[in-house]
């Protein structure tokens, strides 16, 4: 029974390792997908509504743009002065 009781926990410690590292390569493989996805570095979330400036061709949310030019008429990026009229849609 001794030897039983040890060769079953052996083989529950060998499935956790398993399941471990398979869990480890899914959660990489979706980090690497998240990653991938182009973000707004304002929101940090994937862009709604892309806008890029003509003037200095940083691309962020159009909410998050327009939120930038009410409090000063500068890219937030890199303080070039950009106005609402600069801004484009753009499609990703």
Same mark, same amino acid.
């Given at each position: &029974?001794?030897?039983?009781?040890?060769?079953?926990? #052996?083989? %529950?410690?060998?499935?956790?390792? $398993?399941?471990?590292?398979?869990?480890?390569?899914?959660?990489?493989?979706?980090?690497?997908?998240?990653?991938? &996805?182009?973000?707004?570095?304002?929101?940090?979330? #994937?862009? %709604?509504?892309?806008?890029?400036? $003509?003037?200095?061709?940083?691309?962020?949310?159009?909410?998050?743009?327009?939120?930038?030019?009410?409090?000063?008429?500068?890219?937030?990026?890199?303080?070039?002065?950009?106005?609402?009229?600069?801004?484009?849609?753009?499609?990703?």
């Amino acid at each position: &029974i001794l030897s039983f009781l040890m060769f079953s926990r #052996a083989f %529950e410690n060998v499935n956790n390792d $398993v399941l471990i590292t398979a869990l480890r390569t899914r959660v990489r493989d979706l980090e690497e997908r998240v990653e991938s &996805i182009p973000k707004c570095v304002i929101c940090m979330g #994937a862009y %709604e509504i892309p806008v890029v400036s $003509v003037n200095c061709w940083h691309v962020l949310c159009e909410k998050c743009w327009l939120a930038a030019l009410g409090t000063k008429k500068v890219c937030p990026q890199c303080q070039i002065i950009t106005t609402p009229q600069d801004l484009r849609k753009i499609f990703l």
